[in-house]
């Protein structure tokens, strides 16, 4: 089974990459915001849990994130993988992912971290605003704001995946042709 942590700041690429990882290698995308936003819409017993949280301001708690997840993956019982996209954003979430993987006989393969300049963050965050529309990135300040988040909360799981030997650096700049490429490169070589 093919387990991927697709990692990297906001405006890195993740979305376009796993959408080319999925077509290419069978997998199930598992992205925590849209399950969040499923259960929520769904009122499913998680989804209530975590709107609860989340309309008072906080954080929804690892537990509950992972029993999500966890729930999501046991609908996928056949699928040759998964590819986590906005999760684990903290060392305490990758731990968690990790017990969880191991209860089912599974493990994180690999974590290809997509590295991209901050300056080029910002330009491709300001040209996505432009095309979806998406509010949270058309303002500079935000925008500084998300990378500064993600350089000092998000970053450091890098080094948990290190540990491991399971974190792969991968070039993010160039053409979105390019960095699949690397991408399939990395994954293949496996």
């Given at each position: 089974?093919?387990?991927?942590?697709?990692?990297?700041?906001?405006?890195?690429?993740k979305?376009?990459q796993?959408?080319?990882?999925?077509?290419?290698?069978?997998?199930?995308h598992?992205?925590?915001?849209?399950?969040?936003?499923?259960?929520i819409?769904?009122?499913?017993?998680?989804?209530?849990?975590?709107?609860s949280?989340?309309?008072?301001?906080?954080?929804?708690?690892?537990?509950?994130t992972?029993?999500?997840?966890?729930?999501?993956?046991l609908?996928?019982?056949?699928?040759?993988?998964?590819i986590?996209?906005?999760?684990?954003?903290?060392?305490?979430?990758?731990?968690?992912?990790?017990?969880?993987?191991?209860?089912?006989?599974?493990?994180?393969?690999?974590?290809?971290?997509?590295?991209?300049?901050?300056?080029?963050?910002?330009?491709?965050?300001?040209?996505?605003?432009?095309?979806?529309?998406?509010?949270?990135?058309?303002?500079?300040?935000?925008?500084d704001?998300?990378?500064?988040?993600?350089?000092?909360e998000?970053?450091?799981?890098?080094?948990?995946?290190?540990?491991?030997?399971?974190?792969?650096?991968?070039?993010?700049?160039?053409?979105?042709?390019?960095?699949?490429?690397?991408?399939?490169?990395?994954?293949?070589?496996?």
């Amino acid at each position: 089974m093919l387990n991927i942590v697709l990692f990297g700041p906001p405006g890195a690429g993740k979305g376009t990459q796993s959408e080319r990882l999925i077509n290419k290698y069978g997998l199930v995308h598992l992205s925590t915001g849209d399950i969040f936003r499923s259960n929520i819409k769904g009122q499913t017993d998680l989804g209530n849990l975590a709107k609860s949280y989340m309309d008072q301001g906080k954080l929804v708690p690892d537990s509950v994130t992972i029993d999500l997840l966890r729930a999501e993956v046991l609908k996928h019982d056949s699928a040759k993988g998964f590819i986590f996209d906005g999760f684990p954003r903290t060392n305490a979430q990758a731990k968690a992912l990790d017990v969880f993987l191991k209860s089912m006989g599974a493990s994180i393969t690999v974590m290809l971290s997509l590295d991209v300049e901050d300056e080029e963050l910002k330009k491709r965050l300001l040209k996505r605003a432009e095309v979806s529309g998406r509010a949270d990135d058309a303002d500079p300040k935000i925008i500084d704001n998300r990378i500064a988040v993600y350089h000092k909360e998000t970053a450091p799981v890098k080094s948990f995946y290190d540990l491991q030997d399971k974190l792969i650096s991968i070039k993010g700049m160039g053409s979105v042709n390019e960095i699949t490429e690397r991408l399939f490169v990395s994954i293949d070589a496996l």
